[in-house]
């Protein structure tokens, strides 16, 4: 199986910073990378796939880089809805694998 | 808009069986593979089981394979998951997921989940 790892695990930053979260792959994946913000109580919602395709009204705050092992996700300016737990999730192979999360939080 | 209403979940005690249901709406469901996915409380999400958009292809993971079956009934929109010998493992919320452009990468909808709760 393909383990993802992410980091950090939680980051506390104000509105208007810049964010940056990293997952890193146990082997190459290609692009085969999506992102997903989820919410309390709520569903998760893809953000980003193909490691840096901006899901379809998802701000472009957001923003997805890398391949092979490494990628980011980076959200440019932090707003007040950005507030929320990330996950990355490997589509290259079964069974399909997500990073442990990274929770971002307000300073 | 694409709908997800999963249902089926609720208390269940150890060893036992559960069908969750979800049904689909807003698009074309017989064209898109689609899959599960779980959320033990306070933890991360965990990929469970996915089925192609025809339902000839499955997939599982490790932790429910051989007591689990993914099924789809594509003339009522409707995907569906079969799981036995329940543990207290097994308790999470479960989302139904719609796979991204008819590939089984990516999940770009989900259901609201719905609560599976092992014990006694």
């Known amino acids: 199986d393909i383990q993802m790892t992410q980091s950090p695990s939680s980051v506390s930053a104000s509105v208007g910073d810049r964010v940056t979260i990293t997952c890193r792959a146990s082997?190459?994946?290609?692009?085969?990378l999506a992102w997903y913000q989820q919410k309390p109580g709520k569903a998760p919602k893809i953000v980003i796939y193909?490691?840096?395709t901006l899901q379809s009204g998802v701000p472009s705050r957001f923003s997805g880089s890398g391949s092979g092992t490494d990628f980011t996700l980076t959200i440019s300016s932090l707003q007040p809805e950005d507030f929320a737990t990330y996950y990355c999730?490997?589509?290259?192979?079964?069974?399909?694998?997500f990073g442990g999360g990274t929770k971002v939080e307000i300073k | 808009e694409v709908q997800l209403l999963e249902s089926g979940g609720g208390l269940v005690q150890p060893w036992g069986s559960l069908r969750l249901s979800c049904a689909a709406s807003?698009?074309?469901?017989?064209?898109?593979?689609m899959s599960w996915v779980r959320q033990a409380p306070g933890k991360g999400l965990e990929w469970v089981a996915a089925?192609?958009?025809?339902?000839?292809?499955?997939y599982y993971a490790d932790s429910v394979k051989g007591r689990s079956t993914i099924s789809r009934a594509n003339s009522k929109n409707t995907v569906y998951l079969q799981m036995n010998s329940l543990t207290a493992d097994d308790t999470a919320v479960y989302y139904c997921?719609?796979?991204?452009?008819?590939?089984?990468?990516?999940?770009?909808?989900w259901g609201q989940g719905t609560l599976v709760t092992v014990s006694s």
């Open positions: 997921a719609k796979g991204e452009s008819g590939s089984f990468h990516y999940c770009d909808y």
């Open positions: 807003g698009f074309t469901f017989g064209t898109y593979a």
């Open positions: 089925v192609s958009a025809g339902g000839d292809t499955t």
């Open positions: 082997r190459g994946i290609s692009s085969w």
């Open positions: 193909a490691a840096s």
């Open positions: 999730q490997q589509g290259n192979s079964f069974p399909l694998t």
